[in-house]
């Protein structure tokens, strides 16, 4: 009967040890990634601002932005004079140049008069064209802003849940021990299919964990692609902390926040997206205006002077001198111009109802991301108000009635993995909220208050966010002590 009890007691000690060594545990993972958050890491400002300096396709905008307005300048000249050289009149029976009085040697030019205001209408379109490229260029930076923050958000997202999952995996081990243990004294309430569940667990951890180290490797590709040729985005030690992102419109950065579609629309009109397609617009108007430059006539003016050589008498024959003017109108029909014109309203009509169009999507875009961001905020106020202390007094429990023999083992793994699922969807949820907010942005981004500004700001986005130690596991030392009295 000593012996019994003395086992017995072997194994409860086991039990309380392995259950103090998950709380000692847990608490050594955190200080790690506290000490490791303190060195010279990858954050999220630097990856924006690697991005804007190695963006190619802004030297490629900027080219093409010269381009045209060279072509302006080109377009607002005049066509080149022509110029003629003729023998004329030459007879066929001599080839004599003095021999007949017509013969002459004749040397002319002529130039075209453009219709009405065909050059400065050319030239005030291909500026017009010009002007749109500063636009895109603002439109692409603020993009580029989004896409690499969603991209840098998300591989933080994926390296949180690996260490968690990490924490939780060492934790796993452990209570495979102590199954290990109790089942091998026969004295607990621990089953072979406890110790099966225990090992399925933590092959299932292992399963998820390579998911995750993949999706980390795939997402750090893309982001290597805006980091430029030379930069490899898995060689950077990215920052553990987690970035807040503010809203560039301060008003709008509460859940509460009430505005109708027409005062979104006006703030959205200062896009630079929305203000490359009026630029565009502008275009297809000076398009409709040269195309009613065609019911105006085209002048041309031409001259020359023949030269005729002296007589076979050797008396001087007088030079000729010709002046003309053409004119091109039209005169019997006006279909030519008429569809002329129509193609351009239709044209300039087309564009407009793209810019509509455009306007719509992103009010709905942004109005669709405000009311998931609004949601998530509850979200985050549950998880870490009520859910997430739940959650730890769940497992609390069913470890101290498991450590007491009084409990079931599977239920403690229930318990952990819930958990760890929850943490991991109190993660999701924090960075979720950034990757709105980056969005949000670069629907509210315009020419006077450009995206990369928020990265100068380390607001909270919510007063009630959830801190690193609700994502981390704990268990108090001395609730395992009160257990073991």
């Not at 080219?63 to 007879?91: C, D, H, M, T, V």
């Not at 919510?462 to 001395?478: E, G, H, K, R």
Request: proline fraction near 3%; aromatic fraction near 6%; include cysteine.
């Amino acid at each position: 009967m000593f012996l019994i009890n003395k086992d017995f007691i072997s194994i409860s000690c086991a039990r309380l040890i392995c259950g103090a060594w998950l709380s000692v545990s847990a608490s050594l993972v955190l200080a790690e990634q506290v000490a490791e958050s303190a060195d010279d890491v990858f954050t999220l400002d630097q990856a924006v601002q690697t991005a804007l300096q190695q963006d190619a396709w802004q030297l490629q905008n900027r080219l093409q932005e010269k381009a045209l307005i060279s072509q302006s300048r080109a377009a607002g000249e005049l066509p080149n004079p022509q110029f003629s050289f003729s023998l004329a009149n030459l007879p066929t029976d001599s080839f004599d140049f003095d021999q007949e009085r017509m013969t002459q040697l004749i040397g002319g030019v002529s130039q075209v008069l453009p219709r009405g205001d065909s050059l400065a209408l050319q030239k005030q379109q291909y500026l017009q064209r010009s002007e749109r490229h500063p636009l895109l260029s603002l439109d692409r930076q603020a993009r580029l802003v989004m896409t690499v923050s969603q991209l840098w958000l998300e591989a933080y997202k994926v390296r949180q849940s690996i260490a968690l999952i990490r924490n939780d995996r060492v934790l796993f081990d452990q209570l495979v021990d102590i199954s290990l243990a109790s089942y091998s004294s026969a004295l607990g309430q621990t089953q072979q299919q406890d110790i099966v569940r225990a090992e399925l667990e933590k092959n299932l951890l292992d399963d998820r964990l390579t998911q995750l180290l993949q999706r980390q490797e795939s997402l750090e590709q893309q982001l290597g692609e805006w980091l430029g040729a030379d930069s490899y985005a898995g060689s950077y030690v990215y920052s553990e902390e987690m970035p807040r992102l503010s809203l560039l419109r301060s008003e709008l950065s509460t859940s509460d926040a009430r505005m109708d579609d027409s005062s979104l629309a006006q703030i959205l009109m200062q896009h630079p997206l929305i203000i490359a397609l009026n630029k565009r617009l502008a275009v297809q108007q000076i398009g409709v205006d040269l195309a009613k430059q065609a019911y105006k006539p085209q002048w041309g003016v031409r001259a020359s002077y023949g030269y005729r050589a002296s007589d076979s008498s050797g008396r001087d024959r007088a030079d000729l001198v010709t002046f003309g003017v053409t004119l091109d109108m039209p005169v019997f029909s006006t279909v030519k111009q008429d569809s002329g014109v129509e193609a351009a309203v239709y044209r300039r009509e087309a564009v407009n109802s793209e810019r509509i169009l455009l306007l719509r999507k992103m009010i709905a875009e942004f109005n669709a991301a405000k009311v998931q961001r609004a949601r998530l905020d509850q979200r985050e106020e549950l998880y870490s108000n009520q859910i997430l202390p739940q959650m730890r007094l769940q497992a609390q429990a069913a470890l101290n009635a498991y450590t007491a023999d009084n409990g079931d083992f599977a239920e403690v793994v229930r318990a952990r993995i819930a958990e760890l699922n929850g943490r991991i969807d109190a993660l999701e949820i924090v960075v979720d909220q950034q990757l709105l907010t980056a969005r949000m942005n670069y629907f509210l981004a315009t020419k006077n208050m450009p995206v990369p500004v928020v990265f100068n700001a380390h607001s909270s986005v919510s007063q009630n966010s959830l801190s690193t130690s609700d994502l981390a596991v704990t268990y108090p030392s001395a609730s395992v002590e009160e257990t073991a009295l």
